[in-house]
């Protein structure tokens, strides 16, 4: 079964920078639009970032649009999301999904999206 493997969270004090990195074993990753979500504690999952398959779109929420950039290396298999200025409220557990409807990006829609690993917790505390 096909899922995806998140990796690179930590903790952080506000301001600092993590960059966060996806793989997904057995899926070949240029075939997808690759989302990354977030959920914090009581709140619902929501989309951060979004790389498309079909080009070099992407999408950004308005709260890490200028800090978060999302990337992908097919060859690698790799997606990844380099989040700087790093803020309390970007604490959450981070997901990578593959967008099983759509090839281009737009605002990400959680029912179109699969493969959900397990996450990496980003803790941002002073």
């Known amino acids: 079964q096909v899922q995806f493997v998140e990796s690179g969270g930590g903790l952080a004090q506000p301001g600092d920078s993590l960059r966060l990195s996806c793989v997904a074993p057995?899926?070949?990753?240029?075939?997808?639009?690759i989302g990354w979500f977030r959920q914090a504690p009581g709140k619902e999952r929501e989309g951060v970032s979004c790389?498309?398959?079909?080009?070099?779109?992407?999408y950004y929420a308005d709260s890490v649009k200028g800090r978060f950039t999302i990337s992908r290396d097919n060859a690698r298999g790799t997606v990844y999301l380099q989040m700087n200025s790093l803020r309390p409220e970007d604490t959450a557990v981070y997901y990578c999904?593959?967008?099983?409807?759509?090839?281009?990006?737009?605002?990400?829609?959680?029912?179109?999206?699969?493969?959900w690993g397990q996450g990496t917790q980003v803790t941002v505390a002073s």
């Open positions: 999904a593959a967008n099983l409807m759509r090839r281009l990006c737009q605002r990400p829609r959680i029912y179109e999206y699969d493969y």
């Open positions: 790389t498309s398959a079909a080009d070099s779109t992407t």
């Open positions: 057995g899926l070949t990753l240029g075939d997808y639009a």
